[in-house]
T-cell receptor, first 112, second 111 residues
Framework: KAGVTQTPRYLIKTRGQQVTLSCSPISGHRSVSWYQQTPGQGLQFLFEYFSETQRNKGNFPGRFSGRQFSNSRSEMNVSTLELGDSALYLC???????????FGQGTRLTVV | QQQVKQSPQSLIVQKGGISIINCAYENTAFDYFPWYQQFPGKGPALLIAIRPDVSEKKEGRFTISFNKSAKQFSLHIMDSQPGDSATYFCAGDTNAGKSTFGDGTTLTVKP
């Protein structure tokens, strides 16, 4: 059974640009959550999608957005990148809420 | 407002010893408490989890102790091994689909 796949693994962008990250969940999992991990702030919840609907959102500015497709694959987009957006972005999939979540290896975003 | 406080920030244990990591939470809506293990360059991996109607859960060398009235839970790693050296995160999940993580504990097991 394939795990959660995130692409790309590494990304370098310039301030002001936008970026799109992709997450393919485990087959059969309909819940996809996104997290930002930084040394200073730890793991912070961005948003959660289930069956193409955003069900919950963390305390991030509107520059952070996401969507989920009918095949449960999800993308997150960050517009007008800032230096502080440099982080490891993690995606996790699960069958349902408050159940075992499986994380991908993350996308390491560096904003210069 | 941090809703899950994790301690200690770092921990050094001798091989064969017991590693203990503690977490305290505030949100009584949490109904699932997982622990994750993360190695450098990898995403977190679920280690063990507990629901609030259970006071203890054991899987191999890993045990969660849960105290609902004190709103605290802890991870015990028995017979700690160098391969256990990693960062450990506790979390609280609500049925609203939001996970709140502790700040993490870096465990080093010395051979």
């Amino acid at each position: 059974k394939a795990g959660v796949t995130q692409t790309p693994r590494y990304l370098i962008k310039t301030r002001g640009q936008q970026v799109t990250l992709s997450c393919s969940p485990i087959s059969g999992h309909r819940s996809v959550s996104w997290y930002q991990q930084t040394p200073g702030q730890g793991l912070q919840f961005l948003f959660e999608y289930f069956s193409e609907t955003q069900r919950n959102k963390g305390n991030f500015p509107g520059r952070f957005s996401g969507r989920q497709f009918s095949n449960s694959r999800s993308e997150m987009n960050v517009s007008t990148l800032e230096l502080g957006d440099s982080a490891l972005y993690l995606c996790a999939s699960s069958l349902a809420r408050a159940t075992e979540a499986f994380f991908g290896q993350g996308t390491r975003l560096t904003v210069v | 407002q941090q809703q899950v406080k994790q301690s200690p920030q770092s921990l050094i244990v001798q091989k064969g010893g017991i590693s203990i990591i503690n977490c305290a939470y505030e949100n009584t809506a949490f109904d699932y408490f997982p622990w994750y293990q993360q190695f450098p360059g990898k995403g977190p991996a679920l280690l063990i989890a507990i629901r609030p109607d259970v006071s203890e859960k054991k899987e191999g060398r890993f045990t969660i102790s849960f105290n609902k009235s004190a709103k605290q839970f802890s991870l015990h790693i028995m017979d700690s091994q160098p391969g256990d050296s990693a960062t450990y995160f506790c979390a609280g999940d609500t049925n609203a689909g939001k996970s709140t993580f502790g700040d993490g504990t870096t465990l080093t097991v010395k051979p």
